[in-house]
């Protein structure tokens, strides 16, 4: 694993990590975003159900009070007479402003309400304009940007006409009334029609006082609404309530009778974006981890089998040099060629589990199968393994049972031969004579069938392994405390390699037992049809 390798799967990392968190960030603000959202749908929603309904009732009431002022004014009576049914609550009052009068007329007992209106300049004035123009704008006389006449380029303080100047002359309707129209400044809002007299055009209508109207429209809006509100429009608002320019706004509360099933599942949606961040970030770091273990662990490989490399091919090259130049006396020429032989050996077997773990790295197996009886085909190994071991200073025992030579076993001899040689160089290498339990170092090798397998017991009485290693027992490149001390020969791949093999040949290799008396390993077989 070269530089630009790590180089390339860091940078990936943090930037799967950024993204993860910035997708808990996401996560921890979408209840947020999506609750307005939601809340802003709703009261939209709600609003556009509870507009007709409202402007029925507000069309209701401002109808019954428009007939109370009947068809036309009485204008030949001597003052303004209050309409029959009085007025409603949200009613201010009623009035009458003719063309030549500078206060408008109310009903007796309304002198407060005329007051009112007579120190209210901009409503005065501008119902002399709109009662000849509807359109007219709203003309307060204090205010300091005054309507200007483009032709003289002075103010005008009035936009209506008159058409008859002598106020003794009696007032008379000259045509029907317009209809009723609305117009508001400030807190006032002023529902009135055009009246044509002689004089010219008068203005009777009504004020309507909209806190109180906005109490009889309230009940009206959809009770899902928490805070609703009507009141008259603000300066970036359109009217939205008709025949009056009002405003139904929702208010920023809702109760959602779904609101709790809602909650539920986005909190659900939510934990799963949590869930799968961490867990992304977890994968990531424990790939990392694997990665850099990978890393040491190759590194320890290279390491170990230069070390083992190089041992053979010191003593090839020292001991052939020797031979060569006839510097060894005759009766050490057979030690020198046994101590090759076993070099040569060693060496060839560290190369073939080498190779075959490459092979099964890469998902290669052998495709050999070899068919036989069970006594047929093992005996041969377990001679050439009985020869090893006896070498090596080793009893040697194998036990079976007669009725294995019915039994048909199909499988791979040569990776059988393997797995087997590995646990006896293992033995070897570890159950030295002065360690061993009061005895001679022996390895028993027993052989017994189950109801589809066959099972192959290889037991020594070497001094055993500490409980934390057995967990890495199988693990490549894996060595035991022992062994780095003692500096034993190889790399650590043996046993990683023997279960692979077992199991690539439809079997298994398990650590059966393991205390002060030795080791016993399990090798299951799979017995032929």
């Known amino acids: 694993m070269n530089k630009r390798f790590l180089t390339i799967l860091f940078l990936l990392a943090v930037l799967t990590i950024g993204a993860s968190l910035w997708l808990v960030h996401q996560a921890a603000t979408l209840e947020s975003k999506l609750h307005s959202i939601d809340k802003t749908t709703q009261c939209r929603r709600l609003l556009e159900l509870s507009l007709p309904r409202v402007q029925a009732e507000a069309e209701r009431l401002i109808s019954e009070e428009r007939a109370k002022l009947g068809k036309a004014p009485d204008l030949s009576a001597p003052f303004y007479p209050m309409p029959q049914g009085g007025m409603a609550d949200f009613n201010r009052g009623f009035f009458l402003q003719a063309p030549l009068d500078l206060r408008p007329m109310v009903p007796q007992g309304q002198e407060s309400f005329q007051e009112e209106l007579g120190t209210a300049g901009a409503i005065t004035n501008t119902l002399r304009r709109k009662a000849d123009v509807a359109s007219a704008p709203v003309h307060d006389p204090s205010d ?38 609305s117009w508001y400044y400030k807190d006032w809002l002023i529902h009135m029609r055009q009246v044509p007299t002689t004089q010219g055009n008068a203005a009777e209508g009504f004020v309507i006082d909209v806190p109180t109207l906005a109490a009889h429209l309230l009940p009206h809006v959809a009770p899902e609404l928490l805070a609703p509100e009507i009141g008259l429009p603000r300066a970036d608002e359109v009217p939205n309530l008709s025949p009056l320019p009002l405003v139904l706004r929702s208010g920023d509360k809702v109760n959602l009778t779904d609101s709790g099933q809602r909650e539920t599942a986005l909190r659900e949606t939510i934990n799963a974006v949590w869930a799968v961040s961490l867990l992304s970030i977890v994968i990531i770091v424990l790939l990392l981890i694997f990665f850099a273990r990978m890393e040491r662990r190759r590194s320890d490989f290279v390491s170990a089998v230069t070390h083992e490399l190089r041992t053979p091919l010191t003593t090839f090259s020292l001991y052939t040099e020797m031979l060569q130049n006839g510097s060894v006396p005759p ?57 090893r071991l006896k070498q090596a200073g080793f009893q040697y025992t194998v036990t079976r049972d007669n009725r294995l030579k019915l039994l048909t076993l199909r499988t791979d001899l040569i990776s059988v031969e393997q797995i087997l040689y590995n646990l006896a160089d293992n033995a070897i290498k570890y159950c030295e004579k002065a360690k061993c339990t009061r005895q001679a170092p022996a390895v028993t090798i027993s052989l017994l069938q189950t109801h589809r ?24 490149f894996s060595r035991s405390a022992k062994a780095e001390r003692g500096r034993k020969p190889g790399v650590g791949l043996g046993l990683a390699l023997s279960r692979d093999l077992a199991r690539s040949i439809g079997g298994d290799l398990s650590l059966e037992r393991s205390d002060e008396h030795g080791c016993t390993f399990l090798l299951t077989l799979p017995l032929g049809d």
């Open 144 to 181: 300091p940007v005054q309507a200007i006449d483009t032709r003289t380029h002075a103010p005008v303080f009035g936009i209506y006409q008159i058409r008859e100047s002598d106020p003794t002359k009696p007032l008379q309707l000259t045509g029907d009334p317009s209809p009723f129209f």
């Open 331 to 387: 009766e050490k020429i057979h030690d020198y060629h046994e101590t090759l032989h076993r070099e040569s050996a060693r060496l060839s077997h560290l190369v073939e589990n080498v190779l075959s773990f490459a092979k099964l790295s890469r998902g290669k197996v052998r495709g050999r199968q070899d068919t036989g009886s069970c006594t047929d085909l093992l005996e041969p190994v377990f001679q050439r393994l009985g020869e």
């Open 453 to 476: 397998h066959l099972h192959i017991r290889f037991a020594d009485n070497g001094p055993g392994m500490a409980t934390r290693e057995q967990a890495h027992l199988f693990q490549p």
